[in-house]
């Protein structure tokens, strides 16, 4: 007997057929003999839904609000998937995050996770019952519904995971797990089976969509190994746990992220300080900066590049203008046609020579480098857009296919 | 300054423009110098979705699950009436019915509130929030959501408006109060404007659809006088309260039910205990009886008849045939075609002859009377349907408009 904690996400529950599938899923688990705790994501497109309503009323609504409003989407799955549940025959017991002993700090609409207090759900679980808690959501010091934002029910799987000892956490989603690439964009791609903690943060970083950052972090600090499958799919899915260096494979896996956009600060005096400026300016209004490359130059100016989500480039572009005039800059530049390719391997620590042969699969290939990036286990090339899926094929070759 | 309580029904908030709405009439009650609590339902019709979602996997859903299901939809308007609230410049509270306090029994989809904790209201109140409460709902003691059942909202307001000493209790739905009859119907029909608990739970169970009994006999028995309002209209409602015997109007009201039905069961062997046991088996399946007739014949046989809503009357029929043929009566019939029309009035209680006069009044319009029940302060007659209208106007001429 396993204790067993499921997160299935919005998609796998985003019609009744659906949510009755996922109940019969839950219940064969348990009749194989195991406990089970189930974290659930709103309905489909319930949150877009509750968002546009709050909008209608004004553009910036009230965190703490919203948090009350959006809470409610993950209940109605709770819910739902109870009543599934109970009409295959086996008991459920339903928890808001509140009743799940989810105590979060008291920022809304993002709110951190700061304990579980697991009692509840065990006593429930003792009691034979399936558990099925509301994901996203938790309760503030002051006795109000918080939210954790984007990717905040995979938290919630985690750290329940963590705080009840489960022996198995598996986050169902869409797709079966992780891929060398994505699939749709390079045929060739395989499946990985597991994969660490360490190479799956920076998949997230590099644009491959699987699961956010944040769940994965909270996964490496309290060490809690997770999966990643498909819902309605058969296969293993994907193990994400501490790894220690592999032989053989130097890189893991490739991606490409499409949605990126540069700015250069061109001639920018070079003094102390110049940069945190601009950075600090852009951090201020909560925009995430991703490649930064700085150059000097021998008459001690400097030309400062680094790209951003294309959603962000207009309100950074203005930023940087603003800044680059107040700092004497000759000219600020914004390109929004580049793509950001990057390997992944907990290899490339111990194989020298990785970069060179992803920048010569690249130059084969006709591709230029704009910008690059790395870390001790990822590097990261800014290129043109329309190069990216061309070179995401030719650097899966040279490094996983061959 | 007055504490005042407010309920608003779900046509009231059906969309978002009628929330804006009913924010800026709170915002002016508050800016007027009071304290306001205000009580929702569920926007229009999220409660009947919500419904069809669970039927959707089992007609029979699960009750504990069901409330957490239905309890969502007044979350849903707590949200969106503090963003409104809040973007008209004031600061609102939004409270979950669990977090206000309202304690209620295990009775889930149909719970009695037990006791209100008010002081996280008054908290509330005192740092100068305007407090908005999911109504219809409330905390068992086993820490499950329970909801109340239908008019649910009406009786969470009227019972924290005991429970914080309110000096005002304001019930706001979509008409103006109480009037001497369905103006629909009877153009003459007059707006009353105070009327007794007494009055207004007969008006209640004679099918005038203001409000549900449940609510007001909370009301009058902790005596909380409460007025019934227009959410959109300019009318002053109807203040319900504990009135002594008026001098004049021996009639207050006018009440039409049309959905009736009449179930006769002929010639059953007039022993003790037969008449309980018909009626044992309705209610064991929840069927609500209305008028109840009983005439024994000189050779010993009863003809017992009764009313139900027209919408139970087929599982009604299957139980009173079931029975009859135990009992061994002679037939069992059925009328669809019926109403009840019944006058209302705490003064008929001295005042000798209301009913010969209702009598008289109907046979001048050529309406037979089928069945006859009074109470205290009621007389209801059953009689065709087809001559409900027509009868409602005569009675109402005869006793309000002379």
């Given at each position: 007997m396993a204790l067993i904690v499921q997160k299935y996400g919005g998609s796998s529950l985003a019609t009744i057929d659906k949510i009755k599938l996922v109940a019969e899923k839950i219940v064969a688990e348990k009749r194989a003999g195991n406990k089970i705790v189930v974290v659930v994501s709103a309905m489909g497109k319930t949150t877009d839904n509750l968002i546009s309503m709050a909008m209608e009323i004004t553009p910036s609504p009230p965190e703490k609000e919203m948090d009350i409003l959006l809470s409610t989407g993950e209940m109605v799955s709770v819910a739902l998937l109870c009543i599934s549940i109970e009409s295959c025959g086996?008991?459920?017991?339903?928890?808001?995050?509140?009743f799940a002993g989810i105590k979060t700090d008291s920022s809304h609409t993002k709110a951190r996770i700061?304990?579980?207090e697991p009692s509840r759900i065990l006593k429930e679980l003792e009691n034979d019952n399936i558990v099925i808690i509301a994901g996203f959501q938790g309760l503030s010091p002051e006795n109000a519904i918080t939210t954790l934002g984007r990717g905040g029910s995979d938290l919630t799987a985690i750290a329940i995971a963590a705080a009840v000892k489960a022996d198995r956490c598996d986050i169902y989603t869409d797709v079966d797990g992780v891929f060398t690439a994505d699939p749709n964009i390079v045929p060739e791609a395989k499946h990985i089976?597991?994969?660490?903690?360490?190479?799956?943060?920076?998949?997230?970083?590099?644009?491959?969509?699987?699961?956010?950052?944040?769940?994965?972090?909270?996964?490496?600090?309290?060490?809690?190994?997770?999966?990643?499958?498909?819902?309605?799919?058969?296969?293993?899915?994907?193990?994400?746990?501490?790894l220690s260096l592999r032989e053989g494979a130097d890189v893991s896996a490739v991606s490409l992220d499409e949605k990126q956009a540069k700015i250069t600060i061109f001639r920018v005096p070079d003094r102390p300080g110049v940069s945190s400026k601009i950075f600090m300016a852009l951090g201020?209004?909560?925009i995430n900066v991703d490649v930064i490359v700085q150059n000097v130059s021998k008459?001690?100016?400097?030309?400062?590049?680094?790209?951003?989500?294309?959603?962000?480039?207009?309100?950074?572009?203005?930023?940087?203008?603003?800044?680059g005039k107040e700092l004497g800059a000759e000219n600020v530049l914004c390109d929004r046609d580049i793509a950001k390719i990057s390997i992944i391997?907990?290899?490339?620590?111990?194989?020298?020579?990785v970069a060179g042969r992803m920048f010569q699969a690249l130059a084969k290939v006709g591709t230029n480098i704009e910008m690059i990036s790395t870390s001790?286990?990822?590097?990261?090339?800014?290129?043109?857009?329309?190069?990216?899926?061309?070179?995401?094929?030719?650097?899966?070759?040279e490094f996983i296919e061959s």
């Amino acid at each position: 007997m396993a204790l067993i904690v499921q997160k299935y996400g919005g998609s796998s529950l985003a019609t009744i057929d659906k949510i009755k599938l996922v109940a019969e899923k839950i219940v064969a688990e348990k009749r194989a003999g195991n406990k089970i705790v189930v974290v659930v994501s709103a309905m489909g497109k319930t949150t877009d839904n509750l968002i546009s309503m709050a909008m209608e009323i004004t553009p910036s609504p009230p965190e703490k609000e919203m948090d009350i409003l959006l809470s409610t989407g993950e209940m109605v799955s709770v819910a739902l998937l109870c009543i599934s549940i109970e009409s295959c025959g086996e008991s459920a017991e339903g928890l808001p995050g509140y009743f799940a002993g989810i105590k979060t700090d008291s920022s809304h609409t993002k709110a951190r996770i700061q304990m579980i207090e697991p009692s509840r759900i065990l006593k429930e679980l003792e009691n034979d019952n399936i558990v099925i808690i509301a994901g996203f959501q938790g309760l503030s010091p002051e006795n109000a519904i918080t939210t954790l934002g984007r990717g905040g029910s995979d938290l919630t799987a985690i750290a329940i995971a963590a705080a009840v000892k489960a022996d198995r956490c598996d986050i169902y989603t869409d797709v079966d797990g992780v891929f060398t690439a994505d699939p749709n964009i390079v045929p060739e791609a395989k499946h990985i089976p597991e994969i660490s903690y360490d190479e799956m943060l920076e998949m997230a970083s590099t644009g491959a969509k699987v699961m956010l950052s944040r769940a994965v972090e909270f996964a490496k600090r309290y060490n809690v190994p997770f999966s990643v499958k498909s819902t309605f799919g058969k296969g293993e899915g994907t193990m994400v746990k501490e790894l220690s260096l592999r032989e053989g494979a130097d890189v893991s896996a490739v991606s490409l992220d499409e949605k990126q956009a540069k700015i250069t600060i061109f001639r920018v005096p070079d003094r102390p300080g110049v940069s945190s400026k601009i950075f600090m300016a852009l951090g201020k209004e909560n925009i995430n900066v991703d490649v930064i490359v700085q150059n000097v130059s021998k008459d001690n100016f400097a030309d400062i590049s680094f790209t951003v989500n294309i959603t962000e480039v207009e309100k950074a572009l203005k930023i940087s203008e603003a800044i680059g005039k107040e700092l004497g800059a000759e000219n600020v530049l914004c390109d929004r046609d580049i793509a950001k390719i990057s390997i992944i391997g907990l290899g490339m620590m111990n194989h020298p020579g990785v970069a060179g042969r992803m920048f010569q699969a690249l130059a084969k290939v006709g591709t230029n480098i704009e910008m690059i990036s790395t870390s001790e286990i990822k590097i990261s090339c800014v290129i043109k857009r329309v190069d990216g899926q061309k070179a995401l094929k030719a650097v899966h070759k040279e490094f996983i296919e061959s």
